[in-house]
Structures are given as C-alpha cells and as structure tokens.
C-alpha cells in the first residue's frame, strides 16, 4: 500500500496566492501510523497562523528527511537552489567557519509549504530577527530532562519557573518540546547581544535551581551531571543555536510536535500526544495559544542584576562565554 501511495502524481496546493507543487506525496515520512508529505504540508496549513508566527522573519535552518524520517537528516542552514523568487532569506554570518549563508527567512505560509516540498520535517528557527540578526528578541528556557528523570519532574521544574517568571513580571509562553521536556519561550527587548542573553539565561537557571536543588541541575558537562535531574539548558541562548518552533514536527515516526500549552495543563500533560494526527483539531478548537507572545515583552535588566550579583560571588560561567 505505501508503494502504490508512493507512485502518486504531484499535487497542487494553493497557499495564499501562491501554488506550491508537492512532488512525490504519497511517500511515507513517519512510520508510525504512515503519514505521507502531503499529511505533513497539510498539518503545516492546519496551524499555519501558529507556525509562521514561531518562524515569522528568523534565520531558519531546515531538518530535511529525503526518505522519510527514518532515513538520513540533513542539517541545511543554506536555502536549497532551486527556490521559487518569494521564498526570502536573510544572510547570517558564522564566526567559527568565517562563512556566510542565506537561510530561510519565513514571511508567509507558502514558504513553509515550499520547505515541506523539498522534504523539510523540522524548522529550527534563531531566537532573533532579520532586522538585527544579533540582538535576541526570544529568551528560550529549556528543561531537558537526563536520562532517569521521569517527566514528573519535568513538570515540578516548569511550575518554579513559572514562579520566578512571575515575580520578575515575565510572562513565559510554554510548549512542549516534541521530544522529552519542555520549552518556554519569553518575548525580550532586542537590546543585547547572544553573550548577556545567555548570560541572563543561566542567572535565571541558577535561581530555579536554587529553589528546586532535588530536581534541577545547571552543571556545564553532560557526564558531571545527575541523570535524574532536569538541566535547565541556558547555552539553548548562545549565538547560532536553535530549537524545533512552536508547531514544529519532529523527525520521530510518530509525527509528534512542538505544542504550545497553556500553564494549566502543565501538570497533567502527555507531550506524546500531541502529533500531526492530533493537532489540527486541537488549533482548531484553541486557536494559536502563543497568539499574544509580541505584545508581552521583557527587559532583561533584572536578570542581567542577578547574572553580575553571581559572578561577583564568584560564579563563573563554566562554559564561558559563546
């Protein structure tokens, strides 16, 4: 059944006022249940507002699957050739390769469409913006769970730093990762570099650690750390590293994704449920919970206070500066 699905002719999709060719739709991309490209560029359309929102004017490097994602990933930070003339980039510069690359820049739905077509699974968008690729407009909070540690905790961990988020009067929009943890993202004022938004990042770590000593770790080697604890992963902050968006699928057979939850369900909720077979109807009936994400933005100031007070007790950063 998959092959004959595998034969099908190319399907059109009208994104917008664009028309997106789909080539090769009936080929099986998540093995799980057997979804196919045209499955994975129809869930992209069913939360279209929620992912261009999450990708909207971001360096973006694609996780592409040719074979399906069982097969090989490619990394492509540079944009394919090929790419119709409306699908924008931006130019990033990388320090350690002395290197430049037009990636990605997603401005409307179609592009995302089109990255589906050339076998893209994953957006892994920059945590800033084209308008100044080097000053940070998100502060990205990664609790990634070590091997041993039940979700549980994973879900203790999130409710402290809701806590702490609350009393800088930072509002934190929360997802689950498509993967074993959670992400919550924080709207900032583009007014510092990678540097002192790790910086902030790993001050903010330091504190929810300090609240949840049982449960979190900040250690800077994986092999050093508890493979019970949560590590509040603060260098996700550094230049040049990104994390799956809100509404990303991830490359895993079953089609899971990156899903915006509400604080509420927080302590009752099942990230494995959440895939492309479900999703749709939940943006559906919800709409995009980061909706508000813009309009509530931080200064970074009070953080970057405690990130001088810990270094001036002699905290250093273990990884130094990125």
């Not at 929102?53 to 944009?79: I, N, T």
């Not at 449960?215 to 260098?235: I, S």
């Amino acid at each position: 059944m998959a092959g004959d699905r595998s034969a099908l002719p190319a399907a059109e999709l009208e994104v917008g006022s664009r028309t997106v060719r789909i080539s090769n739709p009936g080929r099986v991309y998540f093995s799980a249940r057997g979804e196919t490209k045209i499955d994975l560029a129809r869930y992209y359309l069913s939360v279209g507002d929620g992912i261009v929102r999450a990708l909207r004017e971001r360096p973006c490097m694609m996780h592409r699957f040719p074979d399906g994602v069982d097969g090989e990933k490619v990394h492509q930070k540079r944009l394919p050739r090929g790419a119709p003339p409306w699908v924008e980039t931006v130019r990033v510069h990388f320090p350690r390769y002395n290197r430049d690359a037009d990636e990605l820049c997603v401005t409307e739905l179609a592009s995302v469409i089109w990255a589906v077509q050339m076998s893209t699974v994953e957006f892994h968008p920059w945590n800033s913006r084209r308008a100044d690729t080097e000053r940070p407009d998100e502060w990205r909070i990664d609790l990634d769970p070590m091997p041993d540690c039940p979700f549980d905790r994973v879900r203790r961990v999130a409710q402290v730093a809701h806590e702490v988020l609350d009393e800088l009067g930072a509002v934190g929009w929360p997802k689950t990762s498509g993967g074993s943890g959670l992400h919550v993202y924080v709207r900032i004022e583009p007014d510092f570099g990678f540097s002192d938004v790790r910086r902030a990042a790993l001050a903010f770590a330091r504190e929810v650690e300090r609240r949840a000593p049982d449960d979190v770790t900040t250690t800077w080697w994986r092999k050093d750390r508890d493979p019970a604890k949560v590590f509040v992963d603060y260098n996700q902050n550094a230049r040049d590293h990104t994390i799956a968006s809100a509404y990303s699928v991830r490359g895993v057979p079953d089609g899971r994704v990156s899903t915006p939850i509400t604080w509420s369900e927080i302590d009752s909720v099942v990230p494995q449920e959440f895939t492309i077979a479900t999703v749709p109807a939940r943006f559906a009936e919800l709409g995009d919970l980061h909706a508000g994400i813009d309009e509530a933005v931080f200064s970074l100031e009070p953080l970057l206070e405690w990130a001088e007070r810990d270094e001036q007790q002699g905290a250093a950063d273990p990884g130094g500066p990125t």
